[in-house]
Nanobody
Framework: QVQLAESGGGLVQAGGSLRLSCAASERPLSMYAAGWFRQAPGKEREFVAAISWSGGGSTYYADSVKGRFTISRDNAKNTVYLQMTSLNTEDTAVYYC?????????WGQGTQVTVSS
C-alpha cells in the first residue's frame, strides 16, 4: 500500500555527481531500514547501500560504491537519498529504492542513471 516515488536520475559524464531521492507516500509506522539497489542491462539486481532507522542510522555500502556514494534519510519527509559522486560508466543502471516497514517490503519504480565516458 505504501508507494515510493523516485527522482533524481539522469545523464552525467564520468566523474560527475547525482543525488537520488525516494519519498514514501505515507509515513511508515514501523520503519526498519531503507536502501538502494541497482540493475544494469543484462545484469541481476544488486545491493548498493542501506541505512538503518535504529540508533544513529547505521549505513552499509557495497564495495563497488564505498567511498563514492552516501546514503541518508530525512524522517520528517519520509525520504531516503543517495548522493553519488565520482560516477563511472559501471554505475550506469536503473536504481531502485527499497523500504522495509515492519515485515513488509516496498520498492520504488526505478530511476535511470546513465554515466557517459
Amino acid at each position: 500500500q505504501v508507494q515510493l516515488a523516485e527522482s533524481g536520475g539522469g545523464l552525467v559524464q564520468a566523474g560527475g555527481s547525482l543525488r537520488l531521492s525516494c519519498a514514501a507516500s505515507e509515513r511508515p509506522l514501523s520503519m526498519y531500514a531503507a536502501g538502494w539497489f541497482r540493475q544494469a542491462p543484462g545484469k541481476e539486481r544488486e545491493f548498493v547501500a542501506a541505512i538503518s532507522w535504529s540508533g544513529g542510522g547505521s549505513t552499509y555500502y557495497a564495495d563497488s560504491v564505498k567511498g563514492r556514494f552516501t546514503i541518508s534519510r530525512d524522517n520528517a519527509k519520509n525520504t531516503v537519498y543517495l548522493q553519488m559522486t565520482s560516477l563511472n560508466t559501471e554505475d550506469t543502471a536503473v536504481y531502485y529504492c527499497h523500504y522495509r516497514v515492519g515485515a513488509a517490503e516496498y520498492w520504488g519504480q526505478g530511476t535511470q542513471v546513465t554515466v557517459s565516458s
